[in-house]
T-cell receptor
Framework: NAGVMQNPRHLVRRRGQEARLRCSPMKGHSHVYWYRQLPEEGLKFMVYLQKENIIDESGMPKERFSAEFPKEGPSILRIQQVVRGDSAAYFC???????????????FGEGSRLTVL | QKEVEQNSGPLSVPEGAIASLNCTYSDRVSQSFFWYRQYSGKSPELIMSIYSNGDKEDGRFTAQLNKASQYVSLLIRDSQPSDSATYLCAVRSGGSNYKLTFGKGTLLTVNP
């Protein structure tokens, strides 16, 4: 499967626990984006990463949330001390490396659905 | 605040009819426009992209862009029950070469 791979698909956590969501981009893609989708809401941008660099984290809550995309391995979205309001679908998307105009086309993974009890 | 607005629906059309989905955006310098289809519980799937004024056709889908009026639409001809999904409009502003702003989506139901 050459698509964007996310795991786990479903994650249940109790309040105060940590959630780690993983994303492997499509083969040949070096740009990773995390979006959050709350019930009845649209997709909201969280963070944009390239290998070993956070390019834009303007959509990330200031506390408890962090993201990384190491040189080796998947991108990780980490949520510490989860609260019920963190319950959502978290989608990872990737796009190819571009030397010219970035068309902006994103390819999404199947998402990780976090439920906080 | 850059916004993308869509009628949440649901939009209900009979099988074989034309479904028309509309989207308006607030950022005048927006450059690229996308329609994604999202089935319930699934990931968004890119179905159309459009970058310049006018129409762009791909099979049963036609995207229409009018930058002066700041709207983009998606027409689905010969609608099929399998087209029933939420359609998300996404806009990339001129100020960013990567960030997409999504509307909340329009739920389309095609009735057999």
């Amino acid at each position: 499967n050459a698509g964007v791979m996310q795991n786990p698909r479903h994650l249940v956590r109790r309040r105060g626990q940590e959630a780690r969501l993983r994303c492997s981009p499509m083969k040949g893609h070096s740009h990773v984006y995390w979006y959050r989708q709350l019930p009845e809401e649209g997709l909201k941008f969280m963070v944009y990463l390239q290998k070993e660099n956070i390019i834009d984290e303007s959509g990330m809550p200031k506390e408890r949330f962090s993201a990384e995309f190491p040189k080796e391995g998947p991108s990780i979205l980490r949520i510490q001390q989860v609260v019920r309001g963190d319950s959502a679908a978290y989608f990872c998307a990737s796009s190819p490396r571009t030397s010219g105009v970035n068309t902006g086309e994103l390819f999404f993974g199947e998402g990780s659905r976090l439920t906080v009890l | 605040q850059k916004e993308v607005e869509q009628n949440s629906g649901p939009l209900s059309v009979p099988e074989g009819a034309i479904a028309s989905l509309n989207c308006t955006y607030s950022d005048r310098v927006s450059q690229s426009f996308f329609w994604y289809r999202q089935y319930s519980g699934k990931s968004p799937e890119l179905i159309m992209s459009i970058y310049s004024n006018g129409d762009k056709e791909d099979g049963r889908f036609t995207a229409q862009l009018n930058k002066a009026s700041q709207y983009v639409s998606l027409l689905i001809r010969d609608s099929q029950p399998s087209d029933s999904a939420t359609y998300l409009c996404a806009v990339r502003s001129g100020g960013s070469n990567y960030k997409l702003t999504f509307g909340k989506g329009t739920l389309l139901t095609v009735n057999p």
